[in-house]
């Protein structure tokens, strides 16, 4: 491979691997704002509807739960990319460079575990719909009156209705389909770096000799032409 082949690639998987650590902390900060808005407005909501004497309870674990699940992978992904940003950078000794292997296996495990939180998470966003529970005294509340509450406490039925839900299900795509993108770099980047630590066998070591030489021998012949 030419010096500029490699450089083009070195070049393409530094931008790869930025893009997945930059997707990574907007989905981590959008998981974080969705989840804290989500909890904000039902323990709001529960305490209006205290106040009116209604004992209301708001389920959401259907897009809490894969939602940190979800957080777990991009913080994952968050420390594997940056840690192959850095590496790409440094000429590590060959001691340490035996145990690379653990880099390229880590980008796997969190291709795949984007991937089995990601879809939960958009398929919990696009048609989940908030529980609810509730009673008036001793009296349990019917449904259709426990959603007219939770409208008129400000909440949404769908999750959908919330722009931030919509944002955290949507930014987790482009950022799982580049942590898949990073582990295949990241492999390719492994291969070449075992190359590197590999020593010559004696039949390569000994073609280069001859390649060498032959070159010298056709440079003598050259310099002797021109005399």
């Known amino acids: 491979m030419s010096s ?3 450089k083009t690639r070195r070049t393409v998987e530094l931008i790869v691997f930025g893009i997945t650590f930059a997707l990574a902390v907007t989905c981590l900060g959008a998981i974080g704002n969705a989840l804290a808005k989500r909890n ?4 709001e909501a529960t305490r209006l509807a205290a106040t009116r004497g ?3 309870i708001v389920a959401t674990n259907r897009l809490v739960e894969p939602g940190y699940a979800l957080c777990a992978a991009t913080c994952s992904t968050i420390v594997n990319s ?3 940003i850095l590496l790409s950078f440094f000429k590590l000794p060959h001691a340490v460079r035996k145990f690379l292997w653990i880099v390229p296996l880590f980008a796997v495990f969190n291709a ?3 991937i089995a939180t990601c879809i939960p998470v958009f398929v919990a966003a696009r048609t989940g719909h908030l529980t609810l529970w509730g009673r008036l005294g001793t009296v349990i509340l019917p449904q259709s009156v426990l959603h007219q509450q939770a409208q008129a406490l400000g909440l949404t039925d769908a999750f959908w209705g919330k ?3 919509k944002f955290m299900a949507i930014i987790s795509i482009p950022t799982t389909i580049f942590g898949i993108a990073t582990a295949i770099l990241a492999y390719g980047w492994w291969r070449r770096e075992q190359r590197e630590v590999q020593p010559r066998s004696p039949h390569r070591a ?3 000799t001859l390649t060498h030489e032959s070159s010298g021998d056709e440079k003598g012949r050259a310099q002797v032409n021109q005399v």
Request: charged share 25%; aromatic share 18%; proline share 0%.
């Open 112 to 114: 795949l575990f984007l």
């Open 82 to 84: 940056l840690t192959l």
């Open 54 to 56: 209604v004992y209301l």
């Open 40 to 43: 904000h407005e039902v323990g």
């Open 163 to 165: 722009g931030y839900v």
């Open 4 to 6: 500029d082949s490699r």
């Open 206 to 208: 000994y073609d280069d």
